[in-house]
Every structure is written in C-alpha cells, then in structure tokens.
Nanobody, 121 residues
Framework: QVQLVESGGGLVQPGGSLRLSCAAS????????MGWYRQAPGKQRERVAG???????NYADSVKGRFTISRDNAKNTVYLQMNSLKPEDTAVYYC???????????????WGQGTQVTVSS
C-alpha cells in the first residue's frame, strides 16, 4: 500500500528555519508532481509549493524567496526548506503526491498525515 510519511515539523522562533521531509513508500511505479500544502486553524488548506517530475517548481506568493522545495527521485522523497519563518507560517503542513502504484494503470492523489509547524517566540 502506498503511503506518504512526513517529518521535520516543530516549534521554531520567528526568523528561524525548519526542513520538512516527505517519503513515499510502498509498491510504486512512478511519481508525478509532489507538493506541500498547509492549513492554519480556521482557514482553508492552501498550496505552498509544488515540483513536477521534470523539476518545474512553483510557490505561493506568501513563501517566495523564503521556502525552497526539492525532491530526490531515487528516494521518492520531497523536501521543503523553510527559512525566515514568520508567525503566520504556523500551520499543519501536508505532503501531496500524484503516484501510480505498481499494480495500477492510473495515477492517484495521496496525502501525508500532516506535521505541525509552530512559529512563536
């Protein structure tokens, strides 16, 4: 069974940095786009950053210049390096990936369980 497992969240002071990781496991044929979303209390889930299998990247305007998304295709892992963190970055961060399982002929959308990021002094 395919699953996404995130790690790297925590509590950090404003201006600090965190690095999130998300590893896909299971019987996987291929992974297309991967990305990160976040959801703050009382708000809708929003897209933070995405990266295609070919390396095309885009970011939400609110994180441009501060966050960097990358992926290691050999490890089926996507990363989110977050610098210059602000209190408004506080949210549960979710990994998302379009994955074709080994036994399937189509791609499915998978979500991680979420990891809490809290930016506070």
């Amino acid at each position: 069974q395919v699953q996404l497992v995130e790690s790297g969240g925590g509590l950090v002071q404003p201006g600090g940095s965190l690095r999130l990781s998300c590893a896909a496991s299971g019987s996987i044929f291929s992974i297309d786009a991967m990305g990160w979303y976040r959801q703050a209390p009382g708000k809708q889930r929003e897209r933070v950053a995405g990266i295609t299998s070919g390396g095309y990247i885009n970011y939400a305007d609110s994180v441009k210049g501060r966050f960097t998304i990358s992926r290691d295709n050999a490890k089926n892992t996507v990363y989110l390096q977050m610098n210059s963190l602000k209190p408004e970055d506080t949210a549960v961060y979710y990994c998302n990936a379009a994955i074709r399982p080994a036994i399937a002929t189509m791609t499915f959308n998978y979500w991680g369980q979420g990891t809490q990021v809290t930016v506070s002094s």
